[in-house]
């Protein structure tokens, strides 16, 4: 017995708090909008899911979910439009990516239905939360984690499917300052670096810390193996642009089982094909990197990732020694890229794709 989309029970709020929420001005994850769904899986089955006020669950420290991470999660937006509709950018992957991540953790999968059901509802409901265009973004957090009371380390049996959401400014840093860790790494071959279960990021934290400490923004990760590969830019995929022959070749990190396949990753791919730029996914020699540096052919670095969408790459520091790219305003291809993401996602240009997502 699955439940379905009747069964989703709502339970408005009796007061927004969004008149006291300066809707373009809000920080990232600072302020969370009204309503949350709420669902739970049980002796073998859903139960029907709820959407009520935003708040505390109440939860035993017991929980699997604490005690082993066992927990997923997902990322996505919803965008206003040029029309003042509200859409949803790629909702589908993020289910898929979601029941991935849940079959890697013993974990039964959220019926597509509740998940993409469950969004449109919640979203639809806390539409007013959404910035307008250009104002920003609404975030959406679907998170799914076991709430077994047990300290024995097993296949968990119970659990619960959350989606919050919260908005947030247009205001995101449209560059950063990297450090090539060697010391630590993100994800390993057998590993859940191509998921997104809660556990992969803790270990990222002290990573980033350094990084931070050093006076830099984040990490960009290598291969597990020899450390002679970059993986990923913190918790963005990571884009190379090399000049080659008269034009510019871009080069992302294949999807080798160590990589996140990102949902921006894979919309940046198909949109710079569609803009006739020559794309390569394989694996990205560090050596390459510094080499193309010395030779002054690595013209631009960039993040991808659904909170920022892009993000340059100003200096890239390895081993002590700090490599800085060219100007942003020389860049052509991230910016480019970037502005036809969003045109996309905003209802600005046409949705060839069919991306979008109308709550
Ligand atoms: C979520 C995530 C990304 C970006 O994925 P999107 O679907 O584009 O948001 C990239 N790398 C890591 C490690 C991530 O966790």
């Known amino acids: 017995m699955n439940a379905d989309l009747s ?9 927004s708090r969004l008149p006291e929420v300066d809707l373009g001005n809000v920080p990232f994850s600072s302020v969370f909008s009204d309503h ?3 669902a739970e899986y049980r002796d073998g089955a859903w139960c029907p899911a709820v959407i009520r006020a935003y708040g505390p669950l109440a939860l035993s420290p017991s929980i699997s979910a604490l005690q082993y991470a066992v927990s997923v999660f997902e990322g996505l937006k919803a965008h206003r439009l040029t029309t003042g509709e509200v859409a949803l950018f790629r909702p589908w992957e993020n289910a898929r990516r979601l029941n991935r991540s849940a079959l890697r953790l013993a974990m039964p999968e959220v019926p ?7 969004l449109r509802r919640l979203v639809r409901l806390d539409q007013a939360w959404v910035p307008a265009l250009g104002a920003g973004a609404l975030y959406v957090r679907p998170c799914y984690f076991s709430v077994d009371e047990s300290v024995r380390p097993k296949p968990a049996e119970r659990f619960l499917f959350v989606i919050f959401t919260f908005p947030f400014g247009a205001y995101f840093p449209a560059s950063v300052d990297v450090l090539v860790t060697e010391r630590y790494v993100r994800a390993f071959p057998g590993g859940t670096g191509d998921l997104k279960p809660a556990g992969n990021y803790a270990p990222a934290l002290l990573a980033d810390k350094e990084a931070r400490d050093a006076g830099l923004g984040t990490v960009l990760w290598l291969d597990a193996r020899e450390r002679r590969y970059v993986e990923e830019c ?3 995929n990571v884009f190379f642009v090399f000049a080659h022959a008269g034009g510019a070749r871009v080069v992302t990190p294949e999807l080798s089982g160590t990589i996140l396949p990102g949902v921006t990753r894979d919309s940046v791919l198909t949109l710079l094909r569609e803009m006739g730029v020559a794309v390569e996914e394989r694996r990205v020699p560090m050596d390459e990197v510094l080499a193309a540096h010395r030779q002054g052919t690595l013209l631009e670095c960039f993040g991808t990732g659904t909170a920022a969408t892009l993000t340059h790459v100003r200096r890239i520091r ?5 490599h800085e790219l060219p100007p942003l305003e020389t860049r052509a291809i991230g910016p480019a890229v970037r502005e036809r993401l969003i045109a996309i996602a905003t209802g600005r240009s046409p949705d060839g794709y069919g991306w979008l997502d109308r709550v």
């Open 234 to 236: 913190g918790v963005m």
């Open 7 to 15: 069964e989703i029970r709502i339970e408005p709020v009796p007061a």
């Open 36 to 38: 949350m769904l709420v």
């Open 112 to 118: 597509e239905s509740l998940f993409l059901d469950g």
């Open 318 to 322: 390895y081993r002590d020694a700090d």
